[in-house]
């Protein structure tokens, strides 16, 4: 069992950056697969990006690609998603989500669990 617990977020002008974390609980954390997804208002969750329990694979969505960077730091159990070059279509919420098994069910957006959320506005 695992509790994932997001911050970071805030409003921003375009063009700026925030980095988002992901703090998790759980004895076994490196071994979980790690995403970030994103919901804006009316919208269905989008992935964003993810990463293997190890770290050394990582994957992102065309939209964010050359602008936001997954990484993890196991010691500290935590993920983060650094935004930079941010811009108004990124405004959402945000949302942790981890597997214990399996990558492809992050990337599918079916994981075990779901973190609460954290809020981002990037004002034009």
């Known amino acids: 069992q695992v509790q994932l617990v997001e911050s970071g977020g805030g409003l921003v002008q375009a063009g700026g950056s925030l980095r988002l974390s992901c703090a998790a609980s759980g004895r076994t954390f490196s071994t979980y697969a790690v995403g970030w997804f994103r919901q804006a208002p009316g919208k269905g969750r989008d992935f964003v990006a993810g990463i293997s329990g190890s770290g050394d694979t990582t994957y992102y969505a065309d939209s964010v690609k050359g602008r936001f960077t997954i990484s993890r730091d196991n010691a500290k159990n935590t993920v983060y998603l650094q935004m930079n070059s941010l811009k108004p279509e990124d405004t959402a919420v945000y949302y942790c989500?981890?597997?214990?098994?399996?990558?492809?069910?992050?990337?599918?957006?079916?994981?075990?669990?779901w973190g609460q959320g954290t809020s981002v506005t990037v004002s034009s």
């Open positions: 989500a981890g597997d214990r098994a399996l990558y492809s069910r992050v990337l599918r957006g079916t994981p075990e669990y």
